[in-house]
């Protein structure tokens, strides 16, 4: 948080800005047009340079060997020092930062602005006010399904001009801030990633017995001897379990389509649902979705393109799914679906559903119930399936509980840093 060693509340007076993204400022500050402050910079060629791009408000470098010789040669220099606009397709991107001050010199797209600065001012704070002006309004500018602009389109905006001392007095105290709050996400973000590993942990030993229940108490240590499974991925498990192959534990589905019946989706965190219920912003249905099946609560599913990635769940809805997906009926009465699920999942994240398949990367092949009929799986007794499967839901709702709260105070981190940068570069709050 702002310390009042570091700023005040307020300046003495204030004017408007005739900007609604700025609204009022010192009213020491002067207002000027963006084409008074900066100027376009004439197209360079260079290619002796690395190609680059802006990301998410850097310059950032990018891999040369994808870019062709012939279209590196018509792009454009842009150094240290100079800021880069990416003014194209505004409304397919309304979250990353489209300006940003470079620190290195790299070519980029020829359809890219470049700019330099025509006065006199601090490169820090106006690649702040820049980002300010980025999310509040550039993005509204331009028109057209590909809403393009040019740099006619932003010379007159209207932007804040402080005295040259209390821009750089800004941007020191910004700059310092900002990089105690990412240091902040930084050590959460990281303890999120610590957390998820640790329930892949927790997962992965208890469906292959490396754990197991000991006086009501999970253990580290296996409760019975140990023999080797026969299953390379696995190795040993518990002497009590056994080691079958997939084709007689699970029937390949084919149930009918019911003409009220909604589309069900497998996703990558295991979770199989109702696409209505989890539906995305910017979700694209497939052009041509045929050949439904049917898809019942508590079957087996997995996505034949993203088991590779996890996609592999027990459905919690009734409803159809593409013939991409592979439906399982459980063979043996009172076997645990959700353990088999979990088993799978751990399969698919080994890279061992991959092996299987001939699959040299991701999606390159599609998992099919012929794939797994013939693989040898671990078989736990059922009694111990359900107390496995509860233990994992019952660790796994603790971390994501911790997890969601760090995302939570992320987000909020991230709020303050937003608000406290365009407090400060407009005025709002006063630095010393």
Known sequence: MPSHKSCSDKYSAYKDSGEYWMGEIPEHWEIMKLKHVFKEKKKVTNPSLNCGSISFGKVVYKDDEKIPESTKASYQEVLAGEYLVNPLNLNYDLISLRIGLSSINVVVSSGYIVLKNAMELDKSYFNYLLHRYDVAYMKLLGSGVRQTISFNHIANSLLAYPPIEEQTAI??????????IDRAIGQKEQLIALLKERKQIIIQNAVTGKW?????????????????????????????????????????????????????????????????????????????????????????????????????????????????????????????????????????????????????????????????????????????????????????????????????????????????????????????
């Not at 999606?363 to 059922?382: D, S």
């Open 171 to 180: 941007a020191n105290f910004l700059d310092d801030k900002t990089a105690k």
């Open 212 to 432: 197991s229940m000991i006086n009501g108490e999970w253990s580290m240590t296996p409760k019975e001897k140990m023999k080797d499974s026969g299953v390379e991925w696995i190795g040993e498990i518990p002497e009590g379990w056994e080691v079958k192959r997939f084709k007689y534990l699970f029937a390949q589905s084919r149930l009918p389509v019911s003409s009220d019946n909604q589309i069900v989706t497998a996703y990558r965190d295991g979770q199989v649902t109702l696409r209505s219920n989890r539906r995305l912003t910017g979700y694209t249905e497939a052009i041509l979705e045929a050949g439904f099946q049917g898809v019942r609560k508590g079957q087996l599913v997995l996505n034949s393109m993203d088991a590779f990635e996890g996609a592999i769940g027990v459905s919690e809805s009734e409803g159809k799914c593409t013939p991409e997906y592979v439906v399982c009926d459980s063979i043996n009465q009172g076997a645990n679906n959700t353990y088999f699920a979990l088993l799978l999942r751990e399969m698919a994240l080994a890279k061992y559903i991959q092996v299987i398949c001939n699959a040299v990367r991701q999606r390159a092949v599609r998992i099919r119930f012929n794939n797994l009929a013939g693989r040898f799986i671990v078989v736990p007794p059922q009694k111990e399936q359900t107390s496995i499967v509860a233990h994992i839901e019952t660790q796994s709702a603790k971390i994501d509980q911790t997890i969601s709260l760090q995302q939570t105070q992320i987000e909020k981190l991230k709020e303050y840093k937003a608000t406290m940068i365009d407090s400060v570069v407009t005025g709002k709050i006063k630095v010393s």
